[in-house]
């Protein structure tokens, strides 16, 4: 069976997966941003949730590219840390050096995870040889790959998905993620992929005064319960009791 990860980032997306039948939430902040790490608050009431799938925590200290400074590093590994003291069950992370997996800072995490997984997200579809990345993060210990195969919509890259996954062979996990939708859900598993990440997010548009930043005013986005329903049925060819 292939498994379904939700991205989450506010405390209805944890009610959402915990009535769902989620296997494990990657559980963020910020997914107008790509996602950066959410706060020690959020991963203890993730960790704390009766009914709750295992919480894998993204561990990414800003937006932008994945070439990080030394001091950015620091706050990566003390965040991987603070993640696992509070009861995540894996971390997702991602760096790259000069276009290829930034050996260094994985090695780092792989240590603090302390024998949790160990994702590697979409940094993987900058890389400039990702079938070298993938013989790497195998060599590295990582368990698992996020990755669009390269393309702003994974449903647009399907024969080169499907050809990460051959050259995985099994030895890493590739998981399908970015821009799926339940109409492209059955051809992404195709592919032959273990694992396929979604949002399944909408815009919830509040009250405003004044705004506080520049991507504020637009809305904010949530977890759409019913589009999640609809991924995993599309999964699971049933109901997502």
């Known amino acids: 069976m292939v498994a379904f990860e939700l991205a989450v980032q506010d405390a209805?997306?944890?009610?959402?997966?915990?009535?769902?039948?989620v296997d494990r939430i990657e559980l963020c902040s910020a997914?107008?941003?790509?996602?950066?790490?959410?706060?020690?608050?959020?991963?203890?009431?993730?960790?704390?949730?009766?009914?709750?799938?295992?919480?894998?925590?993204?561990?990414r200290p800003r937006p932008g590219g994945f070439e990080y400074e030394p001091a950015e590093v620091a706050v990566i590994v003390a965040d991987v840390r603070h993640a696992r003291a509070a009861g995540a069950a894996g971390v997702v992370v991602g760096g790259l050096r000069g276009g290829r997996v930034d050996a260094s800072l994985v090695e780092r995490v792989i240590e603090a995870a302390a024998g949790a997984d160990v994702t590697f997200h979409r940094a993987f579809d900058n890389a400039e040889d990702p079938y070298a990345a993938i013989d790497a993060l195998v060599g590295l210990g990582v368990r698992r790959i996020l990755t669009s195969a390269g393309a702003a919509n994974v449903a647009d890259a399907l024969p080169a998905l499907a050809r990460l996954v051959e050259a995985a062979a099994g030895r890493i996990e590739i998981m399908a993620g970015g821009g799926v939708r339940p109409g492209v859900v059955g051809k992404i598993v195709e592919t032959g992929v273990p694992a396929v990440h979604a949002s399944a997010k909408h815009v919830v548009h509040d009250a405003a005064g004044v705004s506080l930043g520049t991507a504020d005013g637009a809305g904010r986005e949530t977890t759409d319960e019913a589009e999640a329903r609809r991924i995993i049925e599309a999964l699971r060819g049933g109901p997502a009791v």
């Open 12 to 21: 209805h997306g944890l009610d959402v997966a915990a009535r769902l039948t």
């Open 31 to 59: 997914l107008p941003l790509g996602g950066v790490t959410p706060s020690l608050g959020f991963v203890e009431a993730a960790t704390g949730t009766a009914g709750i799938p295992p919480v894998h925590v993204l561990v």
